[in-house]
């Protein structure tokens, strides 16, 4: 038997406030039809509330309720990292792979996990995969992926062992994806799409003899190290191409299980990491100013968590602290004049100290049913400085009198209670507040082209922190046992929202650029999110469950905001039989009448396509085998979503096959 050591305490706190996408092997919950083999993007698309703005085929940036990367958090197993592009080429989800994780957690809204800073529209976890201890001597597991997929020739291979026993345990992997220029629907070849990525893994953890018997519970000590590089990333949306994105990521965690204690765990982590981001315009033809852009992130950082429960208490107390550097630069190369060079990002160090608690308060609710009370609040405070004397110089042009270091406080607080009707109603309904610092593209940011609008953004250290008042609510109506039927809605209101706005004063630096921008807040903004979803299951074995979902985001003149989702749909109809399941999967969204014209943005039309795909399981002597294939974009659709990036084309028709096994 394997005891799971890191069974999240955090995970339990709330399913209400808490949503599970499953990566790897495990019982129930969410989880991608293509298995493991998925890439991280498709896993977080099976996440309500998420979707997934797309530059190319890699390294999708997450939003959650419409929101987008400044204003969420991201953390690997509650470790800080940031992101090395200025051009948003590699959110944090691109540094790692499905071999590294169990599972990725969502946390809607200001109800942030423990370590969340920043996160207004939501706080994902992406948790790592530990082979954890074993009450048997020796017991080891060996596992093994292979995909392919027609459009674009994409090869995904992946293997992974681990060893547990009582006291210890080590577990470790690599995966290695490959893909081509993807054909568009009507088989239209689009160009600079093709990536390729290794990534490899190793954990380990070992348990303390416990002194004195088991009575005072006992002490792990768990390590973590991931390395990941893509290489040759084509980017169809943007103007450049990425030669290498590398990241390190290492951890030390220790650990104490309490036992016949009104304490659960303390958890002290110290981590690092480390990536590098080297853009790449050689390939591309027609070039008229070649240019270099890399940049780097640094974090080292720490956590200390501390879990207990008391009667119908169950609560935690979250000290953290990182140090984030970040610097960008960039050259350019007019033919037969001198270089150019500027800085980007200024070598900005962040320093942020955070407390963070929490408590779930269980009830008896009416009709012998649990309902609850979770409340959560943290308080950070950040210092920054610009570590760059020219970086500092440079935007100094723009804002005489501006300093080299910043402070800034921001926090969060946000109540939720849970109740139900006997078995018929399941109800939440939720409150919170929390504030950001501007992000270092927003506060530093010098001269960066956003192909979306095509202007120069320009970054502005005197903005305020921006904030927002969420009201959510959740109502679950079970009809009968087996329809169910539910209703979900949050809204944001924004003050002094941050956002780019134009300044007619200053000229274009890219050539081709419409314009400048420089980002400021703006007194209010509004977004809000309302989706139905539905579950039957007329007979055993078939399920149908559909699900709609409609947005909207407004600025303080009554304009739209850009990238909020026009009305979406997904209906899926499921079969399982024994070993073998299979689901059909129609998708789509409307027309986005409603886009952020002052923003740049432009028209999507309305699209649907639709998917299908088949499971199968079988044994061979000890070892379990999984088959999956599947058609995506049946019909081969030639379309865009509205996250598209400058509307590139998605795939067309792609048939997949992949196979797993594992002893
Ligand atoms: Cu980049």
Not at 459 to 488: H, Q, V
């Amino acid at each position: 038997m394997i005891i799971g050591i890191q069974s999240d305490t955090i995970a339990t706190s709330s399913q209400k406030l808490d949503e599970v996408v499953v990566v790897s092997r495990g019982q129930g919950g969410k989880r991608s039809a293509k298995g493991q083999v998925a890439t991280i993007d498709e896993h977080l698309q099976e996440l309500s509330h998420v979707e997934l703005v797309r530059r190319g085929s890699y390294a999708w940036e997450p939003t959650v309720n419409n929101m987008q990367t400044e204003r969420l958090s991201t953390t690997i197993d509650g470790m800080k990292i940031f992101y090395a592009c200025t051009d948003k080429m590699d959110p944090v989800t691109s540094y790692v792979e499905s071999g590294n994780l169990q599972s990725i957690s969502l946390n809607s809204g200001l109800n942030g996990n423990p370590q969340a800073t920043g996160n207004i529209g939501g706080a994902l976890d992406l948790r790592l995969r530990k082979a954890g201890f074993s009450n048997d001597h020796g017991l080891n597991g060996l596992s093994a992926q292979a995909g392919y997929e027609t459009n674009g020739n994409v090869q995904v291979y992946g293997a992974d062992g681990s060893h547990s026993s009582q006291r210890f345990y080590v577990n470790g992997g690599a995966f290695y994806r490959h893909a081509d220029n993807y054909k568009a629907g009507d088989g239209k070849k689009v160009d600079f799409s093709q990536f390729q990525k290794v990534n490899a893994f190793l954990n380990g953890g070992y348990k303390f003899p416990s002194l004195g018997g088991t009575e005072g519970g006992y002490d792990v000590l768990e390590t973590t190290f991931i390395y990941d590089r893509a290489t040759d990333v084509g980017y169809p949306a943007l103007n450049m191409d990425v030669a290498k994105a590398e990241a390190f990521i290492t951890s030390l965690a220790y650990k104490h299980l309490f036992e016949d204690s009104k304490l659960e765990s303390w958890e002290t982590k110290g981590y690092y990491n480390h990536i590098t981001h080297v853009m790449d315009d050689t390939t591309r033809p027609d070039v008229e100013i070649h240019m270099d852009m890399p940049g780097e992130s640094w974090t080292a950082g720490a956590y200390s968590l501390l879990t207990g429960s008391y009667g119908r208490h169950q609560a935690q107390l979250n000290l953290d602290g990182y140090y984030n550097r970040l610097f960008a630069d960039m050259t350019m190369y007019p033919g037969g004049a001198a270089p150019m060079y500027m800085v980007t990002w200024p070598d900005v160090g962040t320093m942020n100290v955070g407390v963070a608690l929490s408590d779930d308060i269980r009830f008896p609710s009416f009709g012998g049913t649990e309902g609850g009370l979770h409340l959560s609040g943290k308080l950070s405070w950040q210092h920054q400085r610009l570590n760059s004397d020219e970086g500092y110089k440079a935007l100094s042009v723009f804002f005489p009198g501006m300093k080299q270091a910043y402070h800034q406080t921001t926090g969060r607080i946000a109540a939720n209670f849970n109740s139900s009707i006997f078995q018929f109603l399941n109800y939440s309904i939720g409150a919170g507040w929390g504030s950001r610092a501007p992000t270092v593209t927003e506060a530093y940011g010098y001269y960066l082209n956003n192909t979306f609008d095509q202007y120069d953004y320009i970054g502005n250290p005197r903005l305020k922190n921006e904030s927002a008042i969420e009201l959510n609510t959740n109502f679950n109506f079970s009809i009968l046992p087996s329809f169910n039927f539910s209703i979900d809605a949050n809204a944001f209101f924004f003050s002094n929202y941050i956002i780019g706005q134009f300044e007619n004063r200053l000229s274009v630096m890219t050539v081709g650029a419409e314009g400048v921008k420089v980002y400021g807040n703006i007194d209010h903004a509004t977004i809000a999110n309302a989706s139905l979803t539905a579950d039957w299951r007329p007979i055993r074995g078939l399920r149908w469950t559909a699900k709609g979902t409609y947005s909207l985001g407004r600025d303080d003149e009554g304009d739209r905001l850009p990238l909020i989702a026009p009305f979406t749909y997904q209906s899926r109809l499921n079969y399982a039989t024994g070993p073998l399941s299979l689901q059909a999967e129609l998708k789509g969204h409307a027309r986005q009448a409603k886009y952020g014209q002052k923003y740049g943005e432009t028209e999507t039309a309305a699209w649907t396509i639709v998917n299908l795909t088949a499971n199968y399981q079988f044994s061979i002597v000890n070892s379990q085998f999984t088959i999956r294939a599947g058609v995506e974009n049946l019909f081969d659709k030639d379309y865009a979503t509205y996250s598209d990036w400058c509307h590139i084309p998605q795939k067309g028709r792609n048939i997949y096959v992949n196979l797993s096994f594992e002893i």
